[in-house]
C-alpha cells in the first residue's frame, strides 16, 4: 500500500531545475527521517539525499552535494528535493521514503532502512 505520494517530475534540458515534492495524506512521519532514492534502467536504487527527522541534517550522494537540496515542512508533513544544474545522468525515478526506524540518523542510506515508500515520478534530463 502507497503511502507516500510524489509529485514534480518531468522533461528538462541539462542544466535546468526540477522540484520534487512528497505527500503523506493521512499519515504523518514527522519523529521519521525521510529520503529520496532513483532507480534508473537496469540500476539498483540508490540514495540520493535524506533529513532527519526534526530537518537539523541532512545527508547527499556525492554526486548531488552542490546541486540538490532537500528540505521538509514538518507542519504541513511534506518533503522537498530542489534539483539544480541537472545532469542527463539524473534521469531516473525517483522515490519519497520514510525510515523504518523513528529518529533515523543517516548512518544506514540503504533502501532496506526505509519501510515506506511512494510510487514514484520519473525525471528526464536530455543533453
Known amino acids: 500500500q502507497v503511502q507516500l505520494v510524489e509529485s514534480g517530475g518531468g522533461l528538462v534540458q541539462a542544466g535546468g531545475s526540477l522540484r520534487l515534492s512528497c505527500a503523506a495524506p493521512?499519515?504523518?512521519?514527522?519523529?521519521?527521517?525521510m529520503g529520496w532514492f532513483r532507480q534508473a534502467p537496469g540500476q539498483e536504487r540508490e540514495f540520493v539525499a535524506g533529513?532527519?527527522?526534526?530537518?537539523?541534517?541532512?545527508y547527499y550522494l556525492d554526486s548531488v552535494k552542490g546541486r540538490f537540496t532537500i528540505s521538509r515542512d514538518i507542519a504541513k508533513n511534506t518533503v522537498t528535493l530542489q534539483m539544480n544544474s541537472l545532469k542527463p545522468e539524473d534521469t531516473a525515478v525517483y522515490y519519497c521514503?520514510?525510515?523504518?526506524?523513528?529518529?533515523?540518523?543517516?548512518?544506514?542510506?540503504?533502501?532496506?532502512?526505509?519501510?515506506?515508500w511512494g510510487q514514484g515520478t520519473q525525471v528526464t534530463v536530455s543533453s
Open positions: 521514503a520514510a525510515a523504518k526506524a523513528p529518529l533515523w540518523n543517516g548512518v544506514n542510506k540503504s533502501p532496506a532502512a526505509f519501510g515506506t
Open positions: 493521512g499519515r504523518t512521519f514527522s519523529r521519521y527521517g
Open positions: 533529513i532527519s527527522w526534526d530537518a537539523r541534517n541532512t
